[in-house]
């Protein structure tokens, strides 16, 4: 470990058990699982932060970086049926795609039965890429930076936009998608 210098991450942990067709999920920080069926987001994990991008992160105390514990994460049992879609995201994807429009994109793309789950992520980390870079996009960090804004300025009933634009970032994104177990793919 050559590294000298204090950092600190959010975690997501998905473990997908077969047997029970269940996924038993630990999210800590504003990164996130959706579960697309049908074409809706049926269940979402809800960003864990101190305040308004302010995510619950993990850190190396001995270098000198603020952590909070992994025993702080949210923990959640998920049943799963074949067609599920399962989005795990950085910030840089849930900030920058709204989840209507996350499983919008994934029901269009799971009617290709060519598409695969990495062609899904790919997919899904590109549109974020787009919306990151567009100055006129209201992502949902900037809903999110206004309703922060309005939330401190209590006095004040509604404040113009106090953030315009996607919000550039890393975006990563991993997608499980649950077939029958007797299907060969």
């Avoid at 999210?27 to 809706?40: I, P």
């Avoid at 269009?108 to 787009?130: F, G, W």
Wanted: hydrophobic share 40%; proline share 5%; with cysteine.
């Amino acid at each position: 470990a050559l590294t000298r210098l204090a950092g600190s991450a959010t975690a997501l942990v998905v473990q997908i058990r077969h047997v029970v067709s269940q996924a038993r999920i630990a999210n800590l920080g504003d990164c996130g699982c959706l579960l697309v069926r049908g074409g809706a987001v049926v269940q979402a994990t809800p960003p864990l932060q101190h305040s308004f991008n302010f995510p619950y992160q993990l850190g190396c105390t001995e270098m000198g970086a603020a952590s909070d514990s992994p025993m702080d994460a949210d923990q959640f049992d998920v049943d799963l049926r074949p067609g599920d879609v399962m989005v795990l995201g950085s910030d840089g994807l849930l900030d920058n795609c709204f989840p209507d429009e996350i499983a919008s994109l994934v029901a269009a793309l799971v009617q290709d039965p060519t598409n695969t789950a990495d062609h899904i992520a790919a997919a899904l980390a590109q549109r974020a890429s787009e919306h990151a870079n567009d100055k006129e996009y209201k992502s949902p960090f900037a809903f999110g930076a206004t309703e922060a804004a309005e939330e401190t300025w209590q006095s004040r009933k509604s404040l113009p936009p106090v953030y315009v634009g996607g919000k550039l970032d890393d975006i990563t994104v991993v997608v499980a998608w649950v077939h029958n177990h007797n299907n060969a793919n």
